[in-house]
Protein backbone atom coordinates (compact mmCIF):
# COMPACT_ATOMS: atom_id res chain seq x y z
CA UNK A 1 0.00 0.00 0.00
CA UNK A 2 1.23 3.70 -1.10
CA UNK A 3 1.77 5.93 1.51
CA UNK A 4 -1.00 8.38 0.23
CA UNK A 5 -3.30 5.03 0.32
CA UNK A 6 -1.81 4.50 4.07
CA UNK A 7 -3.08 7.89 4.95
CA UNK A 8 -6.00 7.64 2.76
CA UNK A 9 -7.01 4.29 5.23
CA UNK A 10 -6.10 6.44 8.36
CA UNK A 11 -8.40 9.15 7.54
CA UNK A 12 -11.33 6.61 6.63
CA UNK A 13 -10.81 5.16 10.14
CA UNK A 14 -10.90 8.12 12.28
CA UNK A 15 -14.16 9.35 10.39
CA UNK A 16 -15.74 5.89 10.69
CA UNK A 17 -14.90 6.17 14.48
CA UNK A 18 -16.24 9.53 14.66
CA UNK A 19 -19.29 8.83 13.16
CA UNK A 20 -19.65 5.73 15.33
CA UNK A 21 -19.24 8.41 18.32
CA UNK A 22 -21.98 10.18 17.37
CA UNK A 23 -24.42 7.77 16.33
CA UNK A 24 -23.60 5.89 19.56
CA UNK A 25 -23.40 7.64 23.15
CA UNK A 26 -21.20 4.40 24.59
CA UNK A 27 -19.49 4.75 22.00
CA UNK A 28 -18.56 8.36 22.46
CA UNK A 29 -18.58 7.75 26.52
CA UNK A 30 -15.90 4.30 25.43
CA UNK A 31 -13.83 6.78 23.54
CA UNK A 32 -13.91 9.40 25.80
CA UNK A 33 -12.71 7.04 28.97
CA UNK A 34 -10.03 5.18 26.49
CA UNK A 35 -8.60 8.77 25.77
CA UNK A 36 -8.23 9.42 29.44
CA UNK A 37 -6.48 6.27 30.18
CA UNK A 38 -3.89 7.59 27.52
CA UNK A 39 -2.85 10.69 29.11
CA UNK A 40 -3.03 8.86 32.41
CA UNK A 41 -0.08 6.45 30.59
CA UNK A 42 1.49 9.20 28.93
CA UNK A 43 1.43 11.07 32.67
CA UNK A 44 3.40 7.48 33.96
CA UNK A 45 5.78 7.42 31.42
CA UNK A 46 6.62 11.10 32.41
CA UNK A 47 7.19 9.89 35.68
CA UNK A 48 9.51 7.10 34.87
CA UNK A 49 11.47 9.89 32.40
CA UNK A 50 11.92 12.15 35.63
CA UNK A 51 12.57 9.23 38.02
CA UNK A 52 15.08 8.12 35.45
CA UNK A 53 17.11 11.19 35.05
CA UNK A 54 17.16 11.67 38.71
CA UNK A 55 18.53 7.94 38.98
CA UNK A 56 21.15 8.69 36.68
CA UNK A 57 22.20 12.18 38.43
CA UNK A 58 22.12 10.30 41.76
CA UNK A 59 24.87 7.50 40.42
CA UNK A 60 26.82 10.68 38.67
CA UNK A 61 27.03 11.93 42.49
CA UNK A 62 27.66 8.68 44.26
CA UNK A 63 30.61 8.51 41.91
CA UNK A 64 31.42 11.88 42.55
CA UNK A 65 31.19 11.57 46.16
CA UNK A 66 33.36 8.56 46.24
CA UNK A 67 36.09 10.50 44.32
CA UNK A 68 35.86 13.05 46.92
CA UNK A 69 36.65 10.82 49.25
CA UNK A 70 39.34 9.51 46.95
CA UNK A 71 41.17 12.68 46.52
CA UNK A 72 41.12 13.61 50.52
CA UNK A 73 42.83 10.12 50.72
CA UNK A 74 45.74 11.15 48.76
CA UNK A 75 45.83 14.30 49.59
CA UNK A 76 46.68 13.35 53.76
CA UNK A 77 48.67 10.91 51.95
CA UNK A 78 51.17 13.33 49.96
CA UNK A 79 50.90 15.64 53.34
CA UNK A 80 52.39 12.42 55.21
CA UNK A 81 54.68 12.51 52.73
CA UNK A 82 55.53 16.35 52.86
CA UNK A 83 54.12 16.48 49.48
CA UNK A 84 52.52 19.98 50.06
CA UNK A 85 52.44 20.35 45.80
CA UNK A 86 50.41 16.83 45.27
CA UNK A 87 48.55 17.52 48.32
CA UNK A 88 47.15 21.25 46.69
CA UNK A 89 46.05 19.25 43.55
CA UNK A 90 44.42 16.52 45.05
CA UNK A 91 42.31 19.32 47.28
CA UNK A 92 41.89 21.29 44.04
CA UNK A 93 40.46 18.10 42.03
CA UNK A 94 38.14 17.27 45.20
CA UNK A 95 36.70 20.74 45.25
CA UNK A 96 35.71 20.57 41.65
CA UNK A 97 34.10 17.24 42.74
CA UNK A 98 32.24 19.09 45.76
CA UNK A 99 31.64 22.17 43.18
CA UNK A 100 29.59 19.35 40.75
CA UNK A 101 28.16 17.50 43.76
CA UNK A 102 26.20 20.40 45.15
CA UNK A 103 25.13 21.36 41.11
CA UNK A 104 24.25 17.61 41.29
CA UNK A 105 22.17 17.66 44.24
CA UNK A 106 20.25 20.95 43.70
CA UNK A 107 19.04 19.18 40.19
CA UNK A 108 18.60 16.23 42.12
CA UNK A 109 16.41 18.12 44.45
CA UNK A 110 14.25 19.82 41.25
CA UNK A 111 14.05 16.48 39.41
CA UNK A 112 12.96 15.20 42.60
CA UNK A 113 9.97 17.84 43.40
CA UNK A 114 8.87 17.77 39.57
CA UNK A 115 8.47 13.76 40.52
CA UNK A 116 6.45 14.65 43.89
CA UNK A 117 3.82 16.97 41.65
CA UNK A 118 3.66 14.10 38.05
CA UNK A 119 2.89 11.67 41.60
CA UNK A 120 0.49 14.01 42.80
CA UNK A 121 -1.06 14.47 39.62
CA UNK A 122 -0.96 11.23 38.22
CA UNK A 123 -3.06 10.38 41.66
CA UNK A 124 -5.44 13.03 40.91
CA UNK A 125 -5.91 11.88 37.63
CA UNK A 126 -6.14 8.09 38.10
CA UNK A 127 -8.93 9.03 41.01
CA UNK A 128 -10.96 11.35 38.53
CA UNK A 129 -10.58 8.63 35.80
CA UNK A 130 -12.09 5.89 38.22
CA UNK A 131 -15.04 8.29 38.56
CA UNK A 132 -15.36 9.10 35.14
CA UNK A 133 -15.30 4.95 34.59
CA UNK A 134 -18.13 5.13 37.58
CA UNK A 135 -20.23 7.48 35.53
CA UNK A 136 -19.43 6.31 32.26
CA UNK A 137 -20.35 2.44 33.87
CA UNK A 138 -23.55 4.35 35.17
CA UNK A 139 -24.62 6.70 32.11
CA UNK A 140 -24.49 3.54 29.45
CA UNK A 141 -26.47 1.02 31.64
CA UNK A 142 -29.25 4.02 31.68
CA UNK A 143 -28.77 4.35 27.67
CA UNK A 144 -29.20 0.97 27.19
CA UNK A 145 -32.20 0.46 29.52
CA UNK A 146 -33.59 3.03 27.70
CA UNK A 147 -32.98 2.17 24.02
CA UNK A 148 -34.42 -1.43 25.25
CA UNK A 149 -37.70 -0.06 26.40
CA UNK A 150 -38.07 2.25 23.30
CA UNK A 151 -37.72 -0.94 21.53
CA UNK A 152 -40.32 -2.91 23.71
CA UNK A 153 -43.20 0.06 23.36
CA UNK A 154 -42.10 -0.54 19.45
CA UNK A 155 -42.79 -3.97 19.75
CA UNK A 156 -45.98 -3.63 21.27
CA UNK A 157 -46.96 -0.96 18.77
CA UNK A 158 -45.99 -3.67 16.04
CA UNK A 159 -48.05 -6.14 18.12
CA UNK A 160 -51.16 -4.12 18.58
CA UNK A 161 -51.15 -4.03 14.56
CA UNK A 162 -50.19 -7.43 14.32
CA UNK A 163 -53.05 -8.68 16.87
CA UNK A 164 -55.90 -6.67 15.05
CA UNK A 165 -55.16 -8.66 11.86
CA UNK A 166 -54.97 -11.71 13.71
CA UNK A 167 -58.85 -11.03 14.69
CA UNK A 168 -59.95 -10.15 11.09
CA UNK A 169 -58.09 -13.32 9.99
CA UNK A 170 -60.34 -15.43 13.18
CA UNK A 171 -63.38 -13.44 12.52
CA UNK A 172 -63.03 -14.17 8.46
CA UNK A 173 -62.14 -18.24 9.15
CA UNK A 174 -65.40 -18.26 11.54
CA UNK A 175 -67.08 -17.10 8.67
CA UNK A 176 -66.15 -19.40 6.27
CA UNK A 177 -66.18 -22.22 8.85
CA UNK A 178 -69.69 -21.38 9.55
CA UNK A 179 -70.61 -21.68 5.95
CA UNK A 180 -69.34 -24.50 4.71
CA UNK A 181 -70.93 -26.25 8.31
CA UNK A 182 -74.34 -24.69 6.67
CA UNK A 183 -73.16 -26.30 3.14
CA UNK A 184 -72.36 -29.85 4.91
CA UNK A 185 -75.54 -29.77 6.81
CA UNK A 186 -77.90 -28.85 3.84
CA UNK A 187 -75.85 -31.91 2.08
CA UNK A 188 -76.72 -34.23 4.50
CA UNK A 189 -80.33 -33.09 4.90
CA UNK A 190 -80.60 -33.54 1.11
CA UNK A 191 -78.78 -37.08 1.47
CA UNK A 192 -81.50 -38.25 4.14
CA UNK A 193 -83.88 -37.17 2.10
CA UNK A 194 -82.63 -38.79 -0.95
CA UNK A 195 -83.35 -35.77 -2.87
CA UNK A 196 -79.15 -35.09 -3.28
CA UNK A 197 -78.98 -37.98 -6.12
CA UNK A 198 -81.66 -36.32 -8.31
CA UNK A 199 -80.32 -32.99 -7.92
CA UNK A 200 -76.84 -33.98 -9.29
CA UNK A 201 -78.37 -35.93 -12.20
CA UNK A 202 -80.49 -33.34 -13.25
CA UNK A 203 -77.83 -31.28 -12.89
CA UNK A 204 -79.46 -28.33 -10.49
CA UNK A 205 -76.91 -26.16 -9.16
CA UNK A 206 -76.82 -27.48 -5.86
CA UNK A 207 -75.92 -23.89 -4.00
CA UNK A 208 -79.68 -23.07 -5.46
CA UNK A 209 -81.24 -26.24 -4.44
CA UNK A 210 -79.47 -25.49 -0.85
CA UNK A 211 -81.37 -22.23 -1.25
CA UNK A 212 -84.62 -23.83 -2.14
CA UNK A 213 -84.25 -25.71 0.67
CA UNK A 214 -83.79 -22.88 3.27
CA UNK A 215 -86.48 -20.69 2.08
CA UNK A 216 -88.96 -24.03 2.46
CA UNK A 217 -87.97 -24.62 5.92
CA UNK A 218 -88.21 -20.93 6.46
CA UNK A 219 -91.77 -21.16 4.96
CA UNK A 220 -92.49 -24.47 7.09
CA UNK A 221 -91.44 -22.17 10.25
CA UNK A 222 -93.71 -19.30 9.57
CA UNK A 223 -96.78 -21.47 8.79
CA UNK A 224 -96.12 -23.50 11.75
CA UNK A 225 -96.13 -20.68 13.90
CA UNK A 226 -99.38 -18.78 12.55
CA UNK A 227 -101.16 -22.16 13.03
CA UNK A 228 -100.27 -21.93 16.47
CA UNK A 229 -101.03 -18.49 17.20
CA UNK A 230 -104.91 -19.46 15.06
CA UNK A 231 -104.56 -22.19 17.85
CA UNK A 232 -103.86 -19.88 20.86
CA UNK A 233 -106.76 -17.71 19.61
CA UNK A 234 -109.47 -19.93 18.86
CA UNK A 235 -108.61 -20.93 22.68
CA UNK A 236 -108.78 -17.54 23.68
CA UNK A 237 -111.90 -17.13 22.13
CA UNK A 238 -113.87 -19.87 23.16
CA UNK A 239 -112.79 -19.47 27.07
CA UNK A 240 -114.36 -16.31 26.42
CA UNK A 241 -117.88 -18.23 25.42
Known amino acids: MSLFGRLGFAIRARLNALLNRAADPSAELDYSYEELRDELQRVTRGIADVTTQKKRLEIHRRR ?36 QITELTEQIDALQGTQDRLVGKRAELSSQIEQFRTKKETMKARYEAAEASARVSEAFTGVGDTMADVHRSIERATERTERMEARAAALEELEASGELESVLDEGDDVERELDRLSNERAVEYELETLRAEVEEDEKTAEAAD
Open 64 to 99: LRENVEKYDGQAREAMQEDREDLARRALAKKQTHVS
